[in-house]
Structures are given as C-alpha cells and as structure tokens.
T-cell receptor, first 112, second 114 residues
Framework: DTGVSQDPRHKITKRGQNVTFRCDPISEHNRLYWYRQTLGQGPEFLTY????????KSRLLSDRFSAERPKGSFSTLEIQRTEQGDSAMYLC??????????FGQGTRLTVV | AQSVTQLDSQVPVFEEAPVELRCNYS??????LFWYVQYPNQGLQLLLK??????LVESINGFEAEFNKSQTSFHLRKPSVHISDTAEYFC????????????FGAGTTVTVRA
C-alpha cells in the first residue's frame, strides 16, 4: 500500500464549472477526512466519514460542496458552480479509528 | 471549539543550531496535540503526538515537544537542526472525545542555512 492517493494533483477550471476530486485512502482505514488549505494557512476541516457514513460537515462546506464515500472505500468531493474563493489545496486523510491520520499530497484547485 | 496559535510564521536557523517552534492552544475540554511536518512538494506527515501520559514526547529524528497544561502550550524543539529539516511545521489539536477533527495552526516555515 502506497498511502493516501488523491487525483488529480492539479486542476484549473473556469468559474462556474463543476469539479470532482477523488481520494483513495489506505485500504484498511475506516475513517476518511477532507480538509482545505489556503495560502499561508493551516488545513481547515471540511468533513469526516466513518466507513460510508458522513458524520460531520463543517460550516465551510456550503451547499455547492458534496462529498461521498459510497462503499466505505474511496471518496469524492464535488464542487458545483466553482467560485474564485474555492481556489485552495484540498487534502484528504485517512486513519484507523483514533490513530494517526495519514494525509495525501492534495489536489490544488485554481479557479480562473 | 478549540483553536491553535503558532507564534512564529518564519524561523530562519543555521545548521547545527537549536530551534524552538511555539504553539499555544485554547480548548475547554481535554485535548490531543500533534505536530505535523510538510516537506516541499510532499503531504503532511505526523512528527509526534501527545495523547496522555508523559508530557514530553519525542520523534525518531530528534524533535521533542512538551505538553504544558497550565500554559496551554505544546512547543516543538530540536537541539541541533540539519539542512533536511527545512520544511513547514503545523501544530494541531483535537478534542479528546471528538478526536476525528483536527484544528491546525497557520504553520511555521523553518529554513535551515549552512
């Protein structure tokens, strides 16, 4: 297993378009997290799955954002009608119960 | 809700000199504390963590951090840095009973010079 994998690594999109990011966690990890990181800031929590159940969503996750983890394995994060303020690094992490969270390298989104 | 303040955004340091990165947190409940490191073009990696027990925790590459409950701090130290320690360091906290959600500080960029 090579760790948490995120795809794509970079995405440039025009304002108003929809984008979807994928995260493949470490295979036996039941917890999966999405964070967002903007320039000069630390990561900010967006949402959390335990297996396929989405247990918490941050206020940062507006109605244009949706995340899924359909079979308790990979996850997708979709942003509809992107805005320039959505430009950020989107980080995925996974863990086994309350143990160490392992982070992927992130997907850098640029909205032009 | 908890929050984290990293007091230094940039720390330049010479090779083999000591370094201290300061981290203060606020929370009304028991917390777990973490330091993550991000090397250039890489993802976040856990450096060390405090969950319970001894307030002094160490990493395999010579870093240590001490949990100080009265001062709500978790400062990171290394007695002698290497060029390879150049990276961004993030302090993070989670509530002990809602341990899935990390709150991160803004990060400290450490630049080690020869």
């Amino acid at each position: 297993d090579t760790g948490v994998s995120q795809d794509p690594r970079h995405k440039i999109t025009k304002r108003g378009q929809n984008v979807t990011f994928r995260c493949d966690p470490i295979s036996e990890h039941n917890r999966l997290y999405w964070y967002r990181q903007t320039l000069g800031q630390g990561p900010e929590f967006l949402t959390y799955f335990q297996n396929e159940a989405q247990l918490e969503k941050s206020r940062l996750l507006s109605d244009r954002f949706s995340a899924e983890r359909p079979k308790g394995s990979f996850s997708t994060l979709e942003i509809q009608r992107t805005e320039q303020g959505d430009s950020a690094m989107y980080l995925c992490a996974s863990s086994l119960a309350q143990l160490e969270a392992f982070f992927g390298q992130g997907t850098r989104l640029t909205v032009v | 809700a908890q929050s984290v303040t990293q007091l230094d955004s940039q720390v330049p340091v010479f090779e083999e000199a000591p370094v201290e990165l300061r981290c203060n947190y606020s929370s009304s409940v028991s917390v777990y504390l973490f330091w993550y490191v991000q090397y250039p073009n890489q993802g976040l990696q856990l450096l060390l963590k405090y969950l319970s027990g001894s307030t002094l925790v160490e990493s395999i590459n010579g870093f240590e951090a001490e949990f100080n409950k009265s001062q709500t701090s978790f400062h990171l130290r290394k007695p002698s840095v290497h060029i390879s320690d150049t990276a961004e360091y993030f302090c993070a906290v989670s509530e002990a009973f809602n341990d899935y959600k990390l709150s991160f500080g803004a990060g400290t960029t450490v630049t080690v010079r020869a």
